[in-house]
């Protein structure tokens, strides 16, 4: 029998979307027969940014999990700066204009590197030892963020050199698009670029979920080519899908879930939004925001006086509902530099929901190529707001016909967490 240790920081009861992907993968190589365990840390004293006890139902009953206690400086910041400024996605909302944060920030880029959970790594890396001799483990895979996971795999991999060691980034490192926001200096940086190389030479396999993100961890190291990176996107469980409800819509509703800060732009899609209310006025129109947002979009949602429907997070068995029920699905990718490979994971789950997207993306990007591959919408950049607006009006008409724009299920099959899984037990030894 395969044996597997995946070490991951955020599990249930987290939430959020770092959660999802190995809470999913874990289960469908367990239903192929595969023995996994699970090296994460104690939920009391884990930093982690949202909970969601309804995940604890995906856990396969034949994982075995293993926790441990860490030292989380993290929990420290929201002392600092408030508890309702500790930023949703990461540091990905962090306001540079308090200089308490500004500082704080400063502090865990230099002296806290490569991130705030690197206190975890002494007590993973013991565990992982332990583990790995007990079950006779031949395979370990550490996913990231935090990247600091990813040193624990490395002393295993440094203790154990018959092991394999496969390494999983869901976002990028030095890369990630708010890295310059968090105020390392010249030092900090080079470690952090030093331990990116590091992780890249000395892991066995590399697996990333797209190619943008391929190509900005690929040229890290003169040492490795492209034949080490293994390319398998986030994905849907098909276990989440839902019906749609029997009774349509009598409002036109579009849905958008997740996190939404100042880097991703909506504006022009709301600008759209608010010409076709204009030309439609006796269509009742919504838009339903289901997570959180920034106070300047808040703002600037109600400066158009658009017709808002604001859901605070919710449980992820909640979220795929209003994905189902929408008649439009939003996506938006921040407005960044080297953002061609951010590839959500909420894009998977609309793509399952079968209803149209429209997206605010890079054209070149791999989301606008998914999305046009399965048929699934339309990508935008962010100066068509007309252009957006006449797809609007598109679906909008659909919406009254009573028909839908149809889509590529066969295409969009391929994004299966059972599939995916079965990727990933042919890497493991």
């Known amino acids: 029998m395969k044996k597997v240790l995946i070490i991951s920081y955020y599990w249930p009861p987290s939430g959020g979307a770092g959660v999802q992907r190995w809470l999913k993968l874990s289960k469908y190589l367990a239903l192929q027969g595969i023995e996994v365990h699970i090296l994460t840390v104690d939920e009391k004293v884990a930093s982690y940014m949202q909970l969601d ?11 075995q999990i293993h926790k441990t206690t860490s030292f989380e400086p993290i929990n420290y910041y929201s002392q600092l700066v408030g508890k309702k400024n500790v930023p949703t996605a990461g540091f990905s ?15 865990r880029s230099n002296f806290f590197i490569p991130d705030p959970r690197v206190g975890w790594k002494k007590y993973a890396v013991g565990k992982g030892k332990e583990i790995i001799q007990q079950y006779g483990i031949q395979t370990v895979i550490t996913t990231s963020p935090p990247h600091s996971t990813q040193l624990i795999g490395r002393d295993l991999k ?10 999983d980034f869901r976002d990028p490192w030095t890369d990630i698009y708010y890295y310059s926001l968090l105020g390392h200096t010249q030092w900090s940086r080079r470690i952090d670029l030093k331990l990116e190389k590091e992780v890249i030479e000395q892991s066995d396999q590399i697996i990333t979920v ?33 019906p ?36 439609t006025p006796n269509q009742p129109i919504q838009l339903q925001i289901v997570g959180s947002m920034s106070a300047n979009i808040e703002q600037y949602i109600k400066k158009l006086q658009l017709p808002l429907a604001y859901i605070p997070s919710v ?16 996506l938006l990718i921040p407005n960044i530099n080297k953002g061609d490979g951010i590839v959500p994971g909420k894009l998977f789950e609309y793509l399952a929901s079968q209803n149209p997207i429209a997206a605010l993306a890079s054209l070149s990007g791999d989301v606008a190529k998914t999305i046009a591959n399965c048929q699934a919408g339309k990508t935008f950049d962010r100066s068509s707001s007309s252009e957006i607006a006449a797809f609007i009006e598109e679906q909008l008409t659909h919406f009254k016909n009573g028909t839908q724009t149809p889509t590529h299920p066969e295409k969009i099959k391929q994004y299966s967490r059972a599939h995916q899984a079965a990727q990933v037990a042919a890497l493991i030894q």
């Not at 006890?53 to 994982?63: A, C, N, V, Y």
């Not at 690929?218 to 899908?241: A, Q, R, W, Y």
């Not at 009598?250 to 010409?275: A, H, V």
């Open 210 to 242: 797209s190619q943008g993100f391929k190509d900005l961890f690929l040229p890290k190291s003169t040492k490795v080519n492209g034949d080490k990176f293994c390319i398998i996107p986030n994905g849907f469980d098909p276990e989440d899908l839902v």
């Open 244 to 279: 749609r409800q029997e009774q349509p819509n009598e409002t036109f509703t579009i849905c958008y879930t997740g996190t939404m800060s100042d880097q991703y732009e909506p504006e022009s899609f709301l600008e759209g939004l608010r010409k076709v209310i204009d030309q």
């Open 53 to 63: 006890e309804s995940l604890k139902h995906d856990i396969h009953p034949s994982i």
């Open 315 to 330: 449980p992820h068995s909640e979220i795929v509902h209003y994905q189902k029920n929408a008649d439009l699905l939003l």
């Open 93 to 107: 909302n962090v306001n540079n204009e308090s200089k308490v944060q500004q500082l704080v920030n400063a502090i």
């Open 158 to 167: 440094k203790a154990f050199p018959k092991l394999k060691w496969i390494v």
